[in-house]
């Protein structure tokens, strides 16, 4: 069951060590299962059934770990197994990081652990039929009504600016890779997905409807427009020297002509922004 490799060796190691001493009273320990509760047919938890046959509870599948140990153990146990015995035992690492109960205090990781954990989690393999399984499990549910308000009550402008602030420090200066801008060209939008991102826009626009922006939105907006079309309107001034036509201007530069009459009937701004010469 599980793979001969290092992971598999230091497991087994804790687990013989384990065995054989003797703990202080005093000393916190929290039984560990050896092979996995969670793989058994016949298991007590909550949960998906597993494939071996038995009793996860008998005694020679338990044993007396210290908060450190268990954690190796799940840790190890990731490292361990493939396909649903590993998914199984990633859900139950992270678990450990995440839960808490009355009688068990938890093993507290370092940041380093977390983000090791934190990888391993992210980058978990999900079956076909587990994705099915929870699709299954969402159809009908609804937002309780006390829930929606309470998301009401919490993102008020303030906060929107708060979050849109710490978003905004996360992702400045940070560039897609080009693995990840592949990925989005190539990706393929369901039906459903292309149907609910059309409902949400038109769900926006109906709310904006007849509102006019607030001062601080018309500032921020001018200040994109100006230093997004500032160099082009650099260019637009150079070739009005020589050319006329709004058309031709607008052709020169490979834009289009509502941009160029746009950028034209605002160049007094534009020069006086930038300073630049006419």
């Known amino acids: 069951m599980y793979l001969e490799n290092k992971y598999t060796r230091w497991y087994s ?14 000393l916190y320990t929290e039984t560990h299962h050896i092979i996995p509760e969670s793989f058994y047919i016949n298991r007590s938890r909550k949960g998906s059934l597993g494939w071996i046959d038995g009793d996860p ?11 450190r140990e268990h954690f190796l153990c799940h840790l190890l146990l990731t490292k361990m197994l493939t396909g ?39 980058t978990r393999e999900i079956s076909r039929e587990t994705r099915q399984k929870i699709s299954e499990g969402n159809k009908g549910k609804k937002m309780p009504d006390d829930f929606k308000q309470k998301l009401d009550n919490f993102w008020t402008d303030e906060n929107r600016k708060i979050h849109a602030e710490k978003i905004r420090k996360i992702t400045k200066g940070k560039k897609l890779s080009e693995e990840t801008k592949e990925k989005l060209r190539n990706k393929t939008w369901t039906d459903k997905a292309l149907q609910s991102r059309q409902d949400n826009c038109l769900k926006n626009a ?27 309107a650099k260019s637009v001034i150079k070739l009005m020297k020589t050319e006329s036509s709004t058309n031709a201007i607008a052709k020169s530069l490979n834009v289009d002509w509502l941009t160029v009459k746009t950028i034209i009937g605002r160049l007094d701004i534009f020069k006086e922004r930038f300073v630049l010469s006419g």
Do not use: C, F, H
Request: hydrophobic share 35%; no cysteine; glycine share 2%.
């Open 13 to 26: 190691d804790i687990i013989e060590r384990a065995k054989t001493r003797s703990l202080p009273d005093d």
């Open 57 to 67: 509870e008998a005694t020679d599948n338990k044993v007396d770990l210290t908060a």
């Open 84 to 122: 649903t015995a590993k998914a199984k035992m990633i859900n139950a690492l992270w678990a450990m990081t995440k839960l808490k109960t009355i009688d068990q205090k938890r093993y507290k990781i370092t940041g380093r652990t977390y983000q090791i954990i934190r990888t391993i989690w992210s």
């Open 206 to 232: 109906a709310a904006r409807k007849n509102k006019p922006w607030s001062v601080d939105m018309r500032k921020s907006r001018e200040e994109a427009y100006y230093n997004k079309n500032k160099e082009l």
